[in-house]
């Protein structure tokens, strides 16, 4: 069967579920229902897309038929099918996850089809092959963030979600910036165009100057280092189900972006900008370590992990070898996984004590033992224990480091996996260890929901685990996506055809 | 031609960035509403004034302005207006539930929200 159209069927799905959604606003279960089928087919849309462009290499579409750089190209290679295939799959969780945690004054208002919109901005982001498209996408997504973040319009919401949206409008401002000066020295939009555009001039100062202002860009959008300032505040206002969504996808949106314009479009110059990424990415994790000491809270400890992962990968970007650039793309997607699990099982810690600080807790581990021992687990993946999802992707991007010369870099990220581990132990030993605070005694809470959150907490787990003692069998998907990061004319060849 | 539009631009960029590190929220959203004039001038301006016919196809005409940049000023247009429809709703909102518009009295974290 030719089917061309396959690689667009997870940006339509959702996107069509989501419309169909906004006529039953009232009645939740049929929103429920809808939403988790919409979901599975997209699901099931991604993993096929995914054997596909494993099979048959990558997979594009110019939409309408135009020849390749005059129409809007959407381009499917390992990489984005990997992204688009961890999305829903989080997504899914966390719908299931939703359920039970977010009420029903919000299921009422909305809150399924803005996940949807926002599914379908992500995963058009991860998908397109041209860079206005891009901006399109990334405000698809935007605006249903928007939505989602201030959904419910508690005090706290209504504050951080007005810093949020004009942290986001002036960094919208400057992708259009970025693509009118883009625009105005490559005459074309076509990401694929673009990078043969780049080569035929050779990066003259002017590029390295705008591959600055996309690391600006995107870096606000993915939280590096002088840019993470907006999210600390803004994530931890939304309740969890929304937290998890954008802790584990939206900052990995912009690292993809990152990642994809300097493989693509920036590799003629690398010398300074990609020195200036590698900088500012231990400048990142170096902020994030801080940031997940500091605190006592629950959600900025995992909060400021994002920002530690977010360096981390970047890192991994910045050596373009095959390490260090198998390394990115494996620890991205692990992050994801893990970063979902992270607060999901923070959510249900929260849920059972009634608080988000530290101090309060105590003695969990006599009555919620399934809950300790999960969160163990997601814990040692996050820092990195060998069997576990977050080892082989640290170990390749520390090779890569030390491959390129890096060696400090590589032995500053073996540091942070320290203060990773002890930042989310902590979390266990305060919350898990010792006897119950009697001063904070635990909130009644019905053993039922407990059991329905656990559900979704504890199958994200076994996901990233089987991700981690999987990694024989994934790492051919991984070498594919890496492939066409280090060498640019595979992905030009396949959308630029004779 | 250009230079002149880039004067004017950088004119309104500045005019923006002052307006955005004001403390009243509604002089903020005047800034980024400024802002985006800014960038939807430069697209067309970095697209090229050359061309004297509107890229409409008339019999005759062969001196197109650059279709291109229009179509994505258009696009650029509506999003930014969808925005800044959405942020000044929620101003209002905030202003209701907050009562005071003023930026930094806005501050809070965990601790002491």
Redesign the interface.
């Known amino acids: 069967m030719n089917m061309i159209n396959l690689l667009l069927f997870p940006i339509i799905i959702p996107f069509f579920f989501a419309m169909i959604l906004l006529f039953f606003k009232e009645q939740v279960v049929i929103q429920r229902v809808l939403t988790v089928i919409g979901l599975a087919l997209s699901l099931v849309a991604s993993i096929w897309l995914l054997v596909t462009v494993k099979a048959e290499g990558i997979q594009t579409v110019t939409l309408g038929s135009w020849p390749a750089p005059f129409g809007i190209t959407m381009v499917s290679d390992m990489f984005s099918a990997l992204l688009v295939t961890t999305t829903i799959l989080i997504t899914f969780f966390v719908v299931l996850y939703s359920f039970q945690s977010i009420g029903i004054e919000r299921e009422r208002f909305f809150y399924y089809p803005a996940i949807l919109f926002m599914i379908t901005g992500i995963n058009g982001a991860f998908t397109t092959g041209d860079i206005?498209n891009m901006?399109?996408f990334f405000?698809v997504l935007?605006?249903a963030s928007?939505l989602l973040i201030?959904l419910g319009?508690e005090?706290?919401q209504?504050?951080e979600?007005?810093?949020y949206?004009?942290v986001n409008?002036?960094s919208?401002?400057l992708f259009?910036?970025a693509?009118?000066?883009l625009?105005?020295i490559v005459g074309t939009?076509n990401m694929a165009d673009i990078s043969v555009k780049i080569a035929e001039i050779n990066q003259p100062g002017i590029i390295s100057v705008l591959a600055i202002l996309f690391l600006i860009v995107f870096g606000i959008k993915g939280a590096i280092f002088p840019l993470y300032f907006w999210l600390p505040?803004s994530y931890?206002a939304p309740p969890i189900p929304v937290l998890t969504l954008f802790g584990a996808l939206l900052t990995k949106v912009g690292v993809y972006a990152i990642t994809r314009t300097y493989t693509l479009f920036f590799v003629h110059d690398i010398g300074f900008t990609h020195q200036f990424l590698l900088v500012l990415s231990l400048l990142t994790i170096v902020a994030g370590c801080i940031g997940a000491l500091a605190?006592f809270?629950l959600?900025?400890i995992i909060i400021y992990n994002i920002i530690i992962a977010v360096g981390v990968i970047l890192f991994g970007v910045a050596q373009m070898n095959t390490s260090g650039l198998e390394g990115a793309v494996y620890y991205l997607i692990h992050d994801m996984l893990i970063k979902a699990a992270l607060f999901v099982l923070i959510g249900i810690i929260i849920y059972v004590t009634g608080t988000?600080n530290l101090r309060e807790m105590g003695g969990l581990i006599k009555s919620h033992a399934a809950l300790g021992w999960f969160y163990l687990i997601a814990a040692f993946g996050l820092a990195g224990i060998p069997p576990l999802s977050g080892f082989i992707g640290k170990l390749l991007i520390v090779k890569g480091g030390f491959e390129a010369d890096n060696a400090f870099g590589s032995i500053v990220l073996l540091v942070s996996s320290l203060v990773v581990l002890l930042s989310v132990i902590r979390i266990f030993i305060y919350a898990f260890w010792g006897p119950q605070n009697p001063d904070y005694p635990l909130p009644v809470t019905s053993k039922r929901t407990y059991r329905q959150l656990m559900a979704p907490a504890v199958l994200l787990v076994l996901v990233t685990v089987a991700y981690g003692v999987g990694t024989e069998w994934l790492m051919p998907y991984i070498s594919d996506a890496s492939d066409v990061l280090r060498d640019p004319s595979i992905y030009i060849n396949a959308v630029l055809k004779e | 031609m250009e230079l002149l539009l880039a004067i004017l631009i950088g004119i309104l960029f500045t005019a923006a960035v002052y307006l955005?590190l004001s403390r009243s929220?509604l002089k903020?959203i005047l800034g980024?509403s400024l802002?985006?004039h800014?960038?939807?001038l430069?697209?067309l301006?970095?697209?090229?004034l050359g061309g004297s016919a509107p890229p409409v196809l008339i019999d005759g005409v062969t001196d197109f302005a650059d279709p291109?940049?229009q179509a994505?000023i258009l696009?650029?247009i509506v999003?930014?207006f969808?925005?800044t429809a959405?942020?000044l709703v929620?101003?209002y909102?905030?202003y209701s539930?907050?009562k005071t518009d003023n930026m930094n009295e806005?501050r809070?974290?965990?601790?002491h929200?």
Do not use: C, W
Request: glycine share 10%; aromatic share 8%; charged share 15%.
């Open positions: 206005f901006f399109v405000e935007l605006i928007y201030v319009g005090k706290r209504l504050r979600s007005i810093k949206i004009l409008v002036i919208s401002a259009v910036i693509v009118a000066y625009y105005s939009l505040g931890a605190y809270d959600k900025q988000s | 955005i929220l903020v980024t802002l985006s800014g960038a939807h430069l697209i301006t970095m697209g090229g291109l940049p994505l696009t650029a999003i930014s969808g925005v959405v942020i929620m101003a909102r905030m539930v907050h806005l809070g974290n965990d601790e929200d």
